[in-house]
């Protein structure tokens, strides 16, 4: 994939799960600054972790101002326009949804881009897609939600999957990268709306 496209998709899933951070951070009614720490920590970490583990370092989102601008702007908005957002239903999981798509498949692509095979590569991807989730909310006091039964990690791993076999079947990157977030979009989509999840461990009766 053109490196220029794959930095735009990490750059779209910083910005959209930034937003998911201060809009979280704005319903537990932190202020200004706690709305954007939540932001950027929900907007980088999985790319940070991700770059950690390759060798990219420093990492894109401390090395490279633009990521930070992205998640200040970010919270920035979800600041002034909460309560639009905050209209619809569900605008962290919805938020979480397009964000999970972009991430994987940056992710992915970064990790091939620096020679890791196939298989650790959609791994990284979808660490890539649920870090920044879970550290948001832990640091919200919520169960992350990639440990709930709904399809989360198992969309953004859907994704990766399907951009790697791609690189290996030697698709077009751009048709695979579109293929995996509708996957991941729509794995996502059943989930929030039609109650789609994995089975959940039962308490002995």
């Known amino acids: 994939m053109n490196p220029l496209l794959s930095q735009i998709l990490d ?8 937003i998911s951070g201060a809009t979280t951070a704005a319903k537990r009614q932190m202020d200004l600054f706690g709305i ?5 920590a929900a907007g980088n970490a999985g790319g ?7 060798g990219a370092v420093p990492p894109a989102a401390v ?6 601008a992205v998640s200040v ?16 239903d569900h605008p962290v ?35 890539t897609g649920i870090g920044g989730g879970m550290l948001r909310d832990v640091l919200s006091k919520e169960i992350p939600a990639v440990l709930h039964s709904d399809l989360y990690a198992l969309a953004a791993l859907a994704c990766a999957v399907i951009v790697s076999g791609g690189h ?33 461990a039962r308490e002995r009766e």
């Open 11 to 18: 750059l779209g899933g910083t910005f959209i799960f930034a």
């Open 36 to 40: 954007m720490v939540l932001a950027f």
């Open 48 to 54: 940070i972790t991700r770059d950690l583990l390759i």
């Open 63 to 68: 090395s490279h101002w633009v990521y930070l």
């Open 73 to 88: 702007l970010a919270g920035l908005i979800a600041f002034r326009w909460n309560p639009l957002v905050t209209k619809f």
């Open 93 to 127: 999981q919805w938020l979480d949804a397009v964000g999970l798509g972009f991430f994987a498949v940056a992710g992915t692509e970064k990790a091939l881009a620096y020679g890791l095979g196939p298989v650790p590569a959609a791994l990284l991807g979808m660490l």
């Open 168 to 200: 290996v079947l030697q698709v077009s990157p751009v048709v695979s990268a579109a293929l995996g977030m509708a996957v991941c979009f729509f794995l996502r989509f059943m989930a929030i709306r039609y109650g789609w999840h994995l089975p959940a």
